[in-house]
């Protein structure tokens, strides 16, 4: 049961994988066109959710908000776990109030259509490079200045094991936040992994159905700049944590 149930997971990821690509082709010059002139980038934020409809739409899924607490006035940093690349794709459908870019790992630039889009738009960090992680931030302040808000998975990728089970958060994001003085979003994503798990897991589960999302409670500015880096990741931690261990009460084990 378990191949049979493996192979037809395959077959969706396959899915998912030809609708991504097709609408990756047929987007692509009206993003190149958007990106071409500063004073048009932030257009392209709107052809981003646009997308993340589509995709939530052709392939069956719903994102259901169990919570949705009211957002602050942008631009503000989002941090959320990461246990699935849906946690991507949902984000411009789930959040379309506020154009955001995503500071991520640079190894997605490795990937040929991925690469495309996500050095045009949003900010690569070499970790491994401080000079360059450096720049990072460089960019994430002019974009700020520019009214951009900041998503980013302080676990740093999808956690090899027991996922959806959080690995301790990396500090950047809440120094960030600090550094430019901005308020902070905690969002999680429960059962994302389920629905689309890590696609080098072959056999790994995958499937339409309803995404469950909690929008937590913002950090304001103001306690933004009271708390120590350590004390903001600790309590995000816990706060995005919080509903994971209730839907999987074995992960605290």
């Known amino acids: 049961m378990r191949i049979v149930t493996g192979v037809l997971s395959l077959f969706w990821k396959l899915y998912i994988g030809i609708v991504f690509t097709a609408f990756a082709i047929l987007l692509y010059p009206f993003f ?35 919570e949705a607490h009211p957002l602050p006035e942008g631009p ?4 959320a776990n990461h246990s699935s690349y849906l946690d991507i794709f ?20 490795k990937y040929p259509i991925i690469s495309t889009y996500f050095k045009g738009l949003n900010i690569p960090v070499y970790r491994k490079d401080r000079s360059k992680a450096g720049r990072s931030f460089v960019k994430a302040r002019e974009a700020v200045a520019e009214g951009w808000s900041i998503v980013i998975f302080p676990e740093g990728g999808i956690p090899d094991n027991d996922n959806p089970k959080m690995v301790p958060f ?3 994001a809440f120094k960030l936040a600090k550094q430019l003085g901005l308020p902070i979003v905690p969002l999680t994503f429960t059962n994302n992994y389920h629905l689309f798990s890590d696609p080098t897991d072959l056999l790994g589960p995958a499937h339409p159905g309803i995404s469950r999302l909690y929008i937590h409670p913002f950090i304001s500015k103001e306690t933004v700049n009271e708390m120590s880096d350590k004390e903001l990741s600790q309590q ?3 706060v995005i944590n919080d509903p994971i261990m209730k839907e999987h009460p074995h992960l605290s084990v």
Do not use: D, N
């Open 32 to 66: 190149l066109a958007l990106l071409s002139r500063p004073q048009w980038k932030k257009k392209s934020f709107k052809l981003f959710v646009f997308w993340s409809w589509m995709m939530r739409i052709i392939c069956f899924y719903h994102v259901k908000r169990i």
């Open 76 to 79: 503000y940093i989002i941090v």
């Open 90 to 109: 949902f984000m411009h459908s789930t959040l379309p109030g506020h154009p955001f870019l995503f500071l991520g790992k640079a190894e997605l630039l």
């Open 170 to 172: 990396k500090a950047g």
């Open 236 to 238: 995000c931690f816990e």
